[in-house]
């Protein structure tokens, strides 16, 4: 939860007007070299361990809507569930139906090799084209977003999102030789 930005950050919002801010989001390069990788490499890596718990919500927030896009989905699975809870549930209680015991019409390995292929048949038929779906979506919000989010607009509100107002910072925006920011964290010092 140490990465988890308010929502302003995030979104690159600035003020109390919920407007983006003009260099929130801007292209990691200005011209094509051979430092270009690098450089988009770098931001993406930077925006990645910043907003990670964000990103992490994200995926959470899209699982969500996909799941819901396919309820075919979340029945088989649900059924599934049941299934192998029902499994489970023979294996350690007996249960009696007309003086026969269920448990032992069927044995447990043959039970659980049918439920094996049952599981194996929902995964693929119902659960593949959502999973791409998915992997999809997520990956190009969170991709499109490390990439042109602006690590020199981050570093502005500090590690709480707060807009700092002057005065000396806990951490500070610093240039490596490529003109790239890397952000340095230098301890507090009690006087």
């Known amino acids: 939860m140490d990465t ?8 690159g919002i600035s003020g109390n007007n919920f407007c983006m801010s ?6 990691p390069i200005k011209k094509m070299d051979k430092t270009t990788p690098e450089k988009i490499t770098s931001r993406i890596k930077l925006n990645i361990s910043f907003f990670l718990t964000n990103y992490a919500l994200v995926a959470f927030g899209v699982a969500l809507v996909v799941a819901l896009m396919h309820p075919g989905m979340l029945v088989s699975l649900g059924l599934v569930w049941l299934l192998w809870w029902g499994h489970n549930y023979l294996i350690h209680n007996e249960v ?3 003086h026969r015991n269920i448990s032992m019409l069927v044995s447990i390995s043959h039970r659980f090799y049918v439920l094996f292929v049952i599981s194996v048949v929902v ?3 119902k659960c593949f084209r959502p999973a791409l779906l998915f992997s999809f979506i997520t990956g190009l919000i969170i991709m499109a977003h490390a990439t042109m989010r602006d690590p020199k607009h981050i570093d502005k509100y500090g590690s709480t999102g ?10 500070d925006e610093e240039y490596d030789n490529n003109g790239n920011v890397v952000m340095v964290d230098h301890p507090k010092s009690d006087v």
């Open 22 to 27: 003009a260099g929130a989001f801007t292209p």
């Open 4 to 11: 988890l930005r308010p929502l302003p950050m995030f979104l």
């Open 96 to 98: 009696v139906l007309f």
């Open 162 to 171: 707060a807009i700092r107002h002057g005065g000396s910072s806990d951490s």
């Open 123 to 125: 995964v693929v038929w």
